[in-house]
């Protein structure tokens, strides 16, 4: 595994794109994210490199053939009714879908955090990753099987944890999905207006309500919230319950999928609106600890959901240097012209700051629960990587239909379904509006966010010098703005409110940065320039700079190859 497992030095030659980007190992042709993880988390590539290049060229070949079927051909369906006339709600998929699904689960991208191993929760995020290169819409009942499976570990009760926990971690390819079901139609992401009510049965709960947007519609499990009779309104009065698909005695459970929801993207994962009949459940967190269970079901699939905007930016680029490469115009291949070669050079460095991020969240996941890093820390950072990286793979995936041209406008391109599937991340899991409300609480309110962040900023760029010096002094006055900001917005609520947005993308413009060029650091003391010189373009583009029209030579544009295909540019 000297290859990934010791990435450094880099290979000298930049990677030769092929034609089109099905049938590549898309873990190991990603050289910036092999490095990352090396450097990291090496344990995790000494013990799993060959599983990931495996499942790596397991997405870049099958599932993506099957993803593109899947979105034109064979989407899901609902039979509403079944042979008798009686309403069902039953979701029909297409069989390579669920066998692509399965074999998700068989690979262990949700089991193995779970299992006798012990693996790192970083393990499933970097299978996200991979993942949502070939198939977000198999990437997200992923994400809400591991969402599901995290909250009964932590905090169901033991008997619960022990009945259910291992139908969803199991790896023989029989694993129950599992869903999330919190938003309302007169809610959104107001979850303390839940309308659902819960009644006692025994010792389980009977569940009437409708759940108006519920992705992987027709699972095995799900987290339901809802408040039992006479509970007290908002936030605290809400439960947390688990609802399966199936009674124990086999018999189907009395809810149904109402309606598939039409979408612009995601087409193969199944949405719907669940309508609850009296539907058996089990407590998982009564009131008024229900609401902060479901939260950490979706703190959970919020790194994922970063992991995966990371990997569509990733596929856009991927697809975007593909076509450049073998593309000929006026005698030339269009990735010999500066204005293109431009373009690929920021998606480069946009997705490498992305991949930063959602790593960096995964880590904090891994470290909190491990009693390594604090809980504000994983909010806030988790927050800025949601937002961030979900901006930006719907730009990449933009640029990269434009970069493709009229084929890319083409459903028998890859980059109009990117295009299409990138803009659920924005919106999964809470849009921005939301993540930057998330930010104001965790970095203004009783958590110390705001020390954590600053502290991260200044171990990031401690000691850049040299050739770095200039993108590490342009980190530390973003920095000293964050904390003027924190300073001004502290104790005055409306206008913390009004401000959070931009705040938060100072915050990820400054963390982004900051990463970067903790990265660069030690491959720059190792002799490769290459991650130094992506540093200073996203510093540069991000803080003003980079933009100017000067007649200077261009320090990115002379190193094209090696900076797009991850060769080594020598220092």
């Known amino acids: 595994m000297a290859t990934i497992g010791d990435p450094l030095p880099a290979p000298d030659d930049p990677v030769a794109w092929p034609p089109v980007a099905r049938g590549l190992d898309f873990f190991s042709i990603d050289r910036n994210l092999c490095r990352l993880l090396a450097r990291r988390a090496p344990m995790l590539i000494a013990g799993h490199g060959d599983r990931l290049a495996d499942f790596g060229a ?15 051909h064979a989407p899901p369906r609902l039979e509403t009714h079944d042979r008798r006339g009686v309403p069902d709600g039953r979701v029909v998929l297409n069989p390579a879908y669920e066998a692509a699904h399965a074999e998700a689960y068989r690979r262990g991208i949700v089991g193995l955090p779970f299992g006798p191993e012990g693996a790192p929760h970083l393990l499933s995020f970097v299978m996200g990753y991979l993942l949502s290169q070939a198939d977000i819409s198999i990437h997200c009942p992923v994400t809400l099987t591991g969402a599901v499976a995290h909250v009964l570990d932590s905090v169901a009760p033991a008997g619960v944890r022990d ?15 599992g869903a999330t079901w919190a938003t309302e139609l007169h809610g959104g992401s107001d979850i303390g207006r839940t309308t659902t009510q819960a009644v006692p049965d025994g010792e389980g709960w009977r569940l009437t309500g409708l759940k108006w947007f519920a992705s992987n519609a027709g699972s095995g499990v799900a987290l339901a919230t809802a408040r039992p009779v006479g509970a007290e309104a908002g936030g605290r009065g809400l439960g947390c319950y688990l609802v399966p698909g199936h009674l124990p005695d086999g018999t189907r459970n009395a809810w149904r999928v109402r309606r598939l929801k039409e979408k612009v993207g995601t087409r193969g994962l199944p949405t719907g609106e669940i309508e609850l009949d009296g539907a ?10 229900g609401l902060k269970a479901m939260m950490e079901a979706l703190e959970y699939s919020r790194i994922h959901n970063a992991a995966g905007a990371a990997g569509l930016q ?26 293109l070669r431009d373009e ?32 504000a820390w994983l909010r806030a950072v988790t927050a800025i990587a949601k937002y961030r990286t979900a901006a ?10 434009e970069l493709v041209g009229g084929n890319g406008y083409t459903e028998e391109w890859p980059t109009a379904r990117l295009y299409r599937d990138a803009l659920v991340t924005s919106v999964w899991e809470g849009p921005a509006n939301i993540q930057a409300l998330e930010l104001i609480r965790s970095c203004l309110g009783e958590l110390p966010g705001d020390e954590a962040f600053l502290s991260r900023i200044d171990r990031a760029v401690g000691g850049a010098e040299g050739e770095l010096g200039d993108a590490a002094g342009t980190v530390l006055a973003a920095r000293e703005r964050c904390r003027d900001a924190f300073r001004l917005l502290r104790g005055d609520r409306s206008l913390a409110i009004r401000h959070a947005r931009r ?26 320039r290459r991650k130094a010189l992506i540093a200073r373009r996203y510093a540069a583009r991000r803080f003003g700079g980079a933009d100017a029209i000067v007649a200077a030579p261009d320090p990115w544009l002379g190193h094209f190859a090696a900076l797009a295909g991850h060769g080594r540019v020598r220092a």
């Open 280 to 289: 058996w459940a089990v407590e998982v967190a009564p009131p008024p600890r």
């Open 163 to 177: 009945a259910w926990l291992p139908e969803l971690v199991r790896m023989d390819g029989r694993a129950l999905t």
């Open 58 to 72: 397991w997405v870049g070949g099958p599932v993506d053939i099957q993803a593109e079927y899947t979105d034109r």
């Open 392 to 401: 930006d793979a719907v730009t990449a995936a933009s640029r990269a239909v």
């Open 344 to 375: 690929l050079l920021d998606l480069v460095a946009d997705q490498e700051a992305s991949l930063a991020l959602a790593m960096e969240s995964a880590i904090a996941f891994d470290r909190e629960r491990a009693g390594e890093s604090g809980l």
């Open 503 to 528: 705040l938060m993308a100072l915050m990820a413009d400054t963390l982004s940065a900051a990463l970067l060029v903790e990265e660069a650091a030690p491959e720059l003391a190792a002799g490769d």
């Open 314 to 339: 990733r596929r856009a680029f991927v697809e975007a240097a593909c076509w450049a490469t073998h593309r000929t115009a006026f005698g030339a291949p269009i990735a010999d012209y500066p204005m």
